[in-house]
């Protein structure tokens, strides 16, 4: 027996997916249709705005947005009073798995499926837990393993519990072939462009999060799983992570996060099966390991 509601998200994945067959499927527009996006680090910054595109512009999908605290996420909240009944806005803590555990389970009684996952969250800077190391005398263990917690092993274990629905959202209720996972990264972890050393933590948790991101991404291919992985610099944009460090940015390449988020979809919504396991620049360009 079926009890899913017939407005159910996964009513239209069916439709689609027959429709997918016919010949006429190639000319649907290359946005998404319909399907489910998750996005998880949602209150703030570049999750937010993320949150924001994904709801303005695909009239039929739903949003799962994931956030510390849903309570005091007051962007999300406004977005929750504009977009009703497309956003689901739930409580996670990537340092909590507990709460990844209970977000999956969420989804799957929700929708069943994912489509694309977008993990958002991390952190450069915290007052007197997480410095931006000047030099090796400032590293504390401390502050490395807490960047490594928040910016690598986070987005790994969230991955990890949304497999199950990735899998299944793999090639359906959108038009493309695969699901999308799209790990926020940042140029500062690649070791092939590090030219300026400094921010010890950072840097070294996104390089991490970069070879854990591959991994899983080798792991997908092996079981010929419907998923891609890729990884995303947004490029320096005007966020709270940012606004300490902005007077060094140079003319011209301080992004809105309209700018940025704009450019990061246009990455996502046309990635192939080939772009499995890639590091990618706002602009499309790859970047070194
Ligand atoms: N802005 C840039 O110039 C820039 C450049 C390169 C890469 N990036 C990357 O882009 C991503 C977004 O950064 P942003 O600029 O938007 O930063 P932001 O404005 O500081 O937002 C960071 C987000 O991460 C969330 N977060 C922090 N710790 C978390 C945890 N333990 N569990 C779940 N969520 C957590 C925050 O939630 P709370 O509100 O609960 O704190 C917030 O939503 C990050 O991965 C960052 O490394 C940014």
């Known amino acids: 027996m079926n009890l899913l509601p ?19 499927f190639s000319s649907l527009s290359p946005n998404w249709e319909g399907g489910v996006s998750m996005v998880q680090g949602a209150s703030r ?19 799962v947005a994931t956030c510390r605290n849903p309570g005091q996420a007051t962007g999300l909240l406004e977005l929750k009073n504009k977009f009703d009944e497309r956003l689901c806005i739930l409580e996670l803590d990537v340092t909590n798995e507990t709460t990844i555990k209970a977000s999956a389970k969420s989804i799957e009684e929700r929708y069943g499926s994912l489509n694309l996952l977008i993990n958002a969250s991390g952190i450069l800077s915290i007052p007197n837990v997480l410095l931006p190391e ?17 910016n690598a092993v986070g987005p790994i274990l969230v991955i990890k519990h949304l497999w199950p629905f990735l899998k299944a959202g793999g090639g359906s209720g959108t038009e493309r072939e695969v699901a999308v996972v799209a790990n926020i990264s940042a140029r500062v972890g690649s070791i092939g462009d590090n030219r300026l050393g400094g921010w010890h933590s950072y840097r070294a948790s996104k390089t991490a999060l970069n070879q854990l991101t591959k991994n899983v991404s080798v792991e997908f291919a092996r079981k010929k799983d419907p998923i891609i992985c890729i990884l995303l610099h947004p490029g320096t944009v005007d966020t709270d992570l940012s606004r300490p460090f902005q007077r060094n940015v140079p003319e011209g390449k301080l992004f809105t996060k309209e700018f940025s988020v704009q450019k990061l979809m246009t990455i996502i919504n046309n990635a192939k099966s080939q772009d499995n396991g890639k590091f990618f620049a706002w602009d499309g360009q790859e970047i070194p390991w």
């Open 45 to 63: 910054g570049i999750g937010l705005e993320f949150v924001k595109h994904l709801l303005e512009n695909n009239e039929k999908g739903h949003v």
């Open 134 to 150: 000047t030099t090796l005398n400032k590293v504390e263990k401390s502050s490395l393993l807490h960047a490594y917690e928040v």
């Open 6 to 24: 017939l407005n159910h998200p996964m009513f239209a994945a069916r439709t689609l997916r027959s429709f997918a067959r016919s010949p006429t």
